[in-house]
């Protein structure tokens, strides 16, 4: 039995290898990894399932600038193949869009198969008049309204606006040192 927890520090290399399995060498290539490259995930809003104590699923939100709306992105979601097809990555989903929304964000995006989205919520409608930074499929993007109307004035590009990874931050003072 597999049950929801808040990722923590240690699950790191344990998530990774997981998204590794999931997705391949190429994950680093989609045009969500551009939004979620260098940050850190939003606050409270990392999950993991674990059995036994072992890692079994994953998933992040990030915060984004939705075309002049602040909003939150959506995956990688990530579970064992000895776990799919039994409820967990739902439960997880939903587990994080009611921390969401208990949080006070708003709405939600992700590039994601709307056959499955679709009962979480997700749309294409809500985010019809904003682009991806790089190359997606339209209609694999989508948005979900924690709050109604919540896309009504996104207009443009999203961009990622979370916090920077402490990595990320020694980079960038090297880069100004530098400069």
């Known amino acids: ?48 399932a674990r059995s036994d104590d072992r890692l079994v699923a994953t998933l992040r939100f990030w915060h984004i600038d939705a075309g002049g709306v602040p909003a939150l992105m959506l995956g990688p979601i990530a579970v064992d193949p000895v776990f799919r097809s039994g409820g967990l990555g739902s439960a997880l989903i939903r587990h994080g869009l009611a921390h969401a929304a208990e949080y006070g964000h708003r709405g939600v995006i992700l590039v994601g198969d709307a056959g499955y989205y679709n009962r979480f919520g997700f749309e294409r409608a809500p985010v019809a008049r904003l682009e991806l930074p790089g190359p997606f ?37 090297d880069r100004r040192k530098a400069a």
């Not at 994950?27 to 409270?44: I, M, Q, S, V």
């Open 1 to 48: 039995m597999a049950y929801i927890d808040t990722e923590k520090l240690f699950d790191i290399p344990a998530r990774e290898h997981l998204l590794d399995r999931a997705f391949g060498p190429n994950r680093f290539a989609k045009t969500c990894e551009r939004l979620r490259e260098g940050r850190l995930p939003a606050d409270g809003l990392a999950f993991v």
């Open 137 to 173: 499929d339209g209609a694999r993007f989508l948005g979900a309204e924690l709050v109604p109307a919540a896309f009504a004035r996104a207009r443009g590009l999203v961009r990622a606006t979370g916090a920077i990874s402490l990595q990320q931050a020694r980079e960038l003072a």
